[in-house]
């Protein structure tokens, strides 16, 4: 018997070894990241005016939170983005390996200063390279700003405010792919997928209303139905068996009390059943993984003059326990100063607030529906305008 037909038959062997081991045992998984967009061109002086810094300084951290209480910054990229819209203009997929970031506002020369202008870029970063690293920019609609991904992680929608539109994208792998703008009327600040991935909701800000969506595949339609809200529909989230959502209207923030509406999505047509006074203009909202209770951050008016009588030095987070569909404010904490994005931990055991005038963020426990401030925060290279973390 020649050599040949034994050098193969020892390599088909191992080839095979090989590919039975590749199957049995399972792939390193990536961090439980949290991205936190920080935005250096714009803050507030001692009167509560806003002050335009020059552009060029802005980041997207990515923040492993694996150990709870002492997470730590994997990477900091020199990206744009902005704090003006709601603070979930960045998301993460399902499965962990892209992060996508929307940057609302471009920055443009105004003879010595500065001024905004309407941007359309979308910033694509693969989060599974050792560091992670932007890897494309997509062009949407104008001025980009809250953001979502569906279950399966293979469909964006994107708020775009000045086009008046959802814009849907297609992710395939590191590839993603503008394939639709559906026009909604009026200008929409964020948009959420409900769990099944069948309808989404987006937020009309200045016509004070949620618009629904229904979803097939990848065709989206705008239903031609709006459920109207409180003042100022800023940010939308779902609880996990899809039977309710929250809006925080964001109002005014100027010390009088504002709302968070309650959506029943069993009814046929969805409706607003209740509103919720939470406080001075809830902002950030986030669901717990558990569905128990959702966040509301208020911004009580931390970025205002310091002689206004509604000024506060902190921001505070309301605690809202669901129990079927009455939503009830059951606590509340003070957090840093114009607090914005809030994320939970995978497991819900803990909470991340970024407050933006602190440029850090806080630490909070959660036990039950009972959320306390640990005390620990994580210094950031920048102010953080968002937060999100993996997308469910």
């Not at 990536?30 to 936190?36: C, D, P, S, T």
């Not at 892209?98 to 010595?112: C, E, H, P, S, Y």
Request: net charge neutral.
């Amino acid at each position: 018997m020649s050599l040949a037909p034994r050098f193969r038959r020892r390599c088909l062997v191992l080839s095979l070894i090989v590919l039975v081991y590749a199957f049995a045992v399972p792939a390193p998984s990536l961090a439980q990241l949290m991205i936190v967009g920080n935005d250096e061109k714009m803050t507030w002086d001692a009167a509560g005016k806003q002050v335009f810094l020059p552009p060029g300084k802005d980041t997207v951290s990515i923040i492993d939170i694996t150990n709870r209480e002492a997470p730590k910054i994997v990477a900091s990229l020199p990206l744009m983005n902005s704090i003006i819209g709601p603070p979930t203009n960045l998301a993460i997929t399902p499965d962990g390996r892209l992060a996508i970031v929307a940057n609302a506002l471009n920055w443009v020369q105004d003879g010595a200063g500065w001024k905004s202008a309407p941007d359309n870029r979308l910033y694509i970063i693969n989060l599974a390279t050792q560091p992670p690293r932007h890897i494309a920019t997509v062009e949407v609609g104008r001025q980009p700003s809250g953001l979502a991904i569906n279950p399966h992680g293979d469909l964006l929608l994107v708020a775009c405010r000045e086009d008046k539109s959802i814009n849907v994208l297609a992710i395939q792998g590191d590839d993603v792919k503008l394939i639709d703008r559906v026009s909604v009327d009026d200008p929409v600040v964020h948009v959420v997928f409900t769990p099944d991935g069948n309808r989404a909701l987006a937020a009309k800000f200045l016509t004070h209303k949620v618009a629904l969506l229904n979803v097939n595949g990848q065709q989206v339609t705008y239903a031609k139905y709006d459920m109207p809200t409180g003042l100022q529909p800023i940010n939308i989230d779902v609880t996990p068996d899809g039977k309710l959502a929250l809006v925080a209207n964001v109002g005014f923030s100027d010390g009088h009390v504002d709302t968070v509406s309650v959506i029943d999505l069993e009814a046929k047509p969805p409706r607003v059943i209740d509103h919720v006074v939470v406080g001075d203009a809830p902002e950030g909202l986030a669901m717990s993984p558990t569905g128990e209770f959702a966040i509301a951050v208020l911004l009580r008016a931390s970025n205002q003059p310091k002689t206004a009588w509604y000024y506060n030095e902190n921001s505070s987070v309301v605690v809202l326990k669901i129990d079927g569909k009455k939503v009830t404010k059951v606590g509340e904490v003070e957090v840093g100063g114009l607090a914005e994005g809030v994320v939970f931990s995978p497991d819900g055991k803990y909470l991340y607030v970024g407050n933006y005038l602190d440029s850090d963020v806080s630490i909070l426990k959660v036990d039950g529906t009972t959320v306390t401030d640990t005390g620990k925060r994580l210094q950031l290279p920048g102010h953080p305008a968002s937060m999100r973390g993996r997308a469910r």
